[in-house]
Structure formats: structure tokens, C-alpha cells
């Protein structure tokens, strides 16, 4: 069982910066994707970011150019650039086995993440 704890987020005026940090509690540097999930009041989750062991990373199309996904064996990292509003959200850390996706996936509990205009 991989616990996942999010660290980071909080208030940001729009324009500004944040990151999120998600620390795992087993290794899952090689068999696992991890990744960044974010769910707006009355909105759907959605993908915002995730990578492969090998750091393969994708994007939601409206945060490239502006969000930053990284690794290391147990901390995935999420830099946010240039936020806007509609960036508001709260952020799920996500890792899942790479061939085992539906038995082996984990979630964090979330952190906040709000961009004032």
C-alpha cells in the first residue's frame, strides 16, 4: 500500500508562482506513473499533468508552457507558473503501477490551491 501526502499549494495573487510536492511512502521510481490531478468547485477532476519512471511527462493543454512535473524515487513535483484564476482547484497527487493501473493506484488527500485576480 503507497500512502501519497501533498505538501505546498495556498493563496497566490494571479501572475505568481507555486509548487506542490507529494511524498510517497514506498519507492515508486520504477514500476509507477505519478501525477497531478486537480478538481474545481462543481467541475470534474482532471489530469493536469503526470510521468512515467523513465520522466516521460504530459500536459493538460491549458497548463503547458506554464506548469512543471518532476520526480525524484518518492516526491512528484508540481511547479506552477504564471497562475491564474482558473488554475484554482484542489490538487490530487496520483500514482499508479504502470502495468497494474486499476488494482494499484493511490491517491493523496488533496491541497488547496486558489489564485486570486
Known amino acids: 500500500q503507497v500512502q501519497l501526502v501533498e505538501s505546498g499549494g495556498g493563496l497566490v495573487q494571479s501572475g505568481g508562482s507555486l509548487s506542490v510536492s507529494c511524498l510517497a511512502s514506498?519507492?515508486?521510481?520504477?514500476?509507477?506513473?505519478m501525477g497531478w490531478y486537480r478538481q474545481a468547485p462543481g467541475k470534474q477532476r482532471e489530469l493536469v499533468a503526470e510521468i512515467t519512471s523513465g520522466g516521460n511527462a504530459i500536459y493538460l493543454d491549458s497548463v503547458k508552457g506554464r506548469f512543471t512535473i518532476s520526480r525524484d524515487n518518492v516526491t512528484v513535483y508540481l511547479q506552477m507558473n504564471s497562475l491564474n484564476p482558473e488554475d484554482t482547484a484542489v490538487y490530487y497527487c496520483?500514482?499508479?503501477?504502470?502495468?497494474?493501473?486499476?488494482?494499484?493506484?493511490?491517491w493523496g488527500q488533496g491541497t488547496q490551491v486558489t489564485v486570486s485576480s
Open positions: 514506498d519507492s515508486v521510481f520504477r514500476y509507477y506513473v
Open positions: 496520483n500514482a499508479y503501477h504502470d502495468k497494474f493501473r486499476r488494482e494499484l493506484n493511490y
